[in-house]
């Protein structure tokens, strides 16, 4: 990779190595729920312990607002993930202090060990900031990659690392996903919002090896747990094949090696619980509705533990590779 001098020895003295639980949640495909599935990872390993850190890095600030943050406040700061990243940041790195951006969770009842980095309504304009960097600028578009993948590192500090994507290819979401060590896929199984999964896993492809973050498997969110059955209607099982089709036929050797023909990581249920949770801003009292269910279903709890549990254990199974 080609990267102007300048910019080698400003970053030459900074980690190498990626963050080793950063994790992009993404799909091409708006609506499927990849921030109701940040946030509750969120929630779920800062409740046994670990130190987590959510990113917003959407547009719509989705992650903020579920999180607590006032909507009239989102942008009240200069330390939203707008002014972090700008382009002004990249080529002066060692002077940023990252710490500053790190925010608490205005939602009462959240655990301790979650943190945030607030999002911007004005990312927009961000991208379009990147844009004029990348055109006029040769190799920009790596000097931000460098960036992200040093910025993650400075929150070294935290056990993981939690970017809630747009459904777009911004520069910042390709920046995103190279920096990371990881990507999750989070969709509906309806069959046009599974037509958005092999764009995403097929850009992700063309991600030099090096820099390719690892797929750890797909959630599905919003499924009709009809009649008692995991995998909901008939519809609902025609569209898993063929997300399970179009995983497979993406899959690096290595991936194919871990996920061992087991893509889908969890289903996630269409609950009124789970809106009110996300609604509720800085008073969830619903954060502990999720640990019921009223039926002989799985509890979203449940659901939830049993999804870290694996997620853990295939980047485990990474690290061993």
């Not at 209607?233 to 050797?253: C, F, G, M, V």
């Not at 996920?259 to 609604?279: E, G, M, Q, T, Y």
Request: net charge positive; hydrophobic share 35%; proline share 6%.
């Amino acid at each position: 990779m080609d990267i102007p001098e300048n910019i080698k020895q400003k970053l030459e003295n900074l980690p190498i190595d990626k963050h080793p639980g950063s994790i992009c949640i993404a799909n091409y495909k708006g609506g499927v729920g990849k921030t109701t599935i940040t946030t509750l990872l969120g929630y779920y390993l800062a409740n046994k312990g670990k130190k987590v850190l959510l990113i917003d890095i959407d547009p719509q600030c989705s992650l903020s607002l579920a999180a607590g943050v006032d909507p009239a406040k989102v942008d009240k700061t200069d330390f939203t993930i707008y002014h972090l990243v700008t382009p002004n940041k990249w080529a002066n790195i060692a002077k940023v202090k990252f710490s500053q951006y790190i925010d608490a969770v205005p939602d009462i009842h959240a655990p301790k060990e979650l943190k945030m980095i607030r999002g911007s309504f004005d990312i927009d304009e961000l991208d379009k900031l990147i844009i004029r960097e990348i055109t006029q600028k040769p190799n920009a578009d790596d000097t931000l990659y460098y960036y992200c993948k040093n910025m993650l590192n400075a929150f070294s500090d935290f056990d993981y690392v939690l970017i809630d994507c747009p459904p777009n290819k911004m520069y910042l979401t390709q920046a995103m996903l190279r920096a990371c060590s990881y990507f999750l896929t989070v969709t509906i199984p309806d069959k046009i919002s599974v037509y958005g999964m092999p764009r995403l896993l097929k850009w992700v492809k063309e991600i030099p090896k090096h820099e390719k973050p690892y797929l750890l498997g797909c959630v599905l969110n919003a499924v009709n747990r009809a009649g008692g059955y995991e995998y909901g209607t008939i519809n609902q099982q025609q569209a898993t094949e063929e997300l399970y089709k179009s995983i497979r036929d993406q899959l690096e050797p290595v991936e194919r090696k871990i996920i061992d023909n087991k893509p889908v990581l969890a289903h996630v249920p269409r609950l009124d619980v789970i809106s009110r949770f996300l609604s509720q801003g800085a008073n969830k009292s619903a954060w502990y509705e999720l640990r019921h269910t009223g039926s002989d279903q799985q509890s979203v709890s449940e659901i939830m533990m049993n999804l870290i549990n694996r997620i853990t254990k295939r980047i485990e199974d990474y690290a061993k590779i």
